[in-house]
T-cell receptor, first 116, second 111 residues
């Protein structure tokens, strides 16, 4: 139990479907992150939220839409995805994103997404 | 260019043996160097975080070292156990709060 829960754990969807990934953290953290992890590639940061405000969007295609209603919940809304979007999507949280922050990120176990 | 390179890509060792994983980083301005362990089907778990002023940090049987001059870090695992089988990811953080991830070393411990 890492304190960060992601649902669903697995998701198979067609390219025309709309689905959402959910992340919830029980650690009292103020920062939350979405990452994409593809085989044999480094983790790719997608979005960062600090105190519910989006502070970073790493040139992510608009077919990925994040939502952070409060500091404990983070969603990733998906629509018209492409086969290359198949990957493990990881959510993480940390105390905050302060400059020179030496705090660890706590990761969920991810959603394995497959696009047909 | 900010980047993190890890070696080897994969490693197989016998249970009870020690091993060392390597990480070369080019991260500027440097803030800290992190090691994570990622079990198959799970998210990464933080092992150590070292700042510029720290050259070694331990977490149980895991010991990380940092050489800021050569921009190298290593993760030493002592008396390996089957549960150490995982991917180990090195991450460099800049002062601007950007994280740069390596591709990981896949460690397999066999009985």
């Amino acid at each position: 139990e890492t304190g960060v829960t992601q649902t669903p754990r697995h998701l198979v969807m067609g390219m025309t479907n709309k689905k959402s990934l959910k992340c919830e953290q029980h650690l009292g953290h103020n920062a939350m992150y979405w990452y994409k992890q593809s085989a044999k590639k480094p983790l790719e940061l997608m979005f960062v939220y600090n105190f519910k405000e989006q502070t970073e969007n790493n040139s992510v295609p608009s077919r990925f839409s994040p939502e952070c209603p409060n500091s404990s919940h983070l969603f990733l809304h998906l629509h018209t995805l492409q086969p290359e979007d198949s990957a493990l999507y990881l959510c993480a949280s940390s105390q905050d994103t302060g400059v020179y922050s030496n705090q660890p990120q706590h990761f969920g176990d991810g959603t394995r997404l497959s696009i047909l | 260019k900010n980047q993190v390179e890890q070696s080897p890509q994969s490693l197989i060792i016998l249970e009870g043996k020690n091993c060392t994983l390597q990480c070369n980083y080019t991260v500027s301005p440097f803030s800290n160097l992190r090691w994570y362990k990622q079990d198959t089907g799970r998210g990464p778990v933080s092992l150590t975080i070292m700042t510029f002023s720290e050259n070694t940090k331990s977490n149980g049987r895991y010991t990380a070292t940092l050489d800021a001059d050569t921009k190298q870090s290593s993760l030493h695992i002592t008396a390996s156990q089957l549960s150490d089988s995982a991917s180990y990811i090195c991450v460099g953080q800049t002062g601007a709060n950007n994280l740069f991830f390596g591709t990981g070393t896949r460690l397999t411990v066999i009985p």
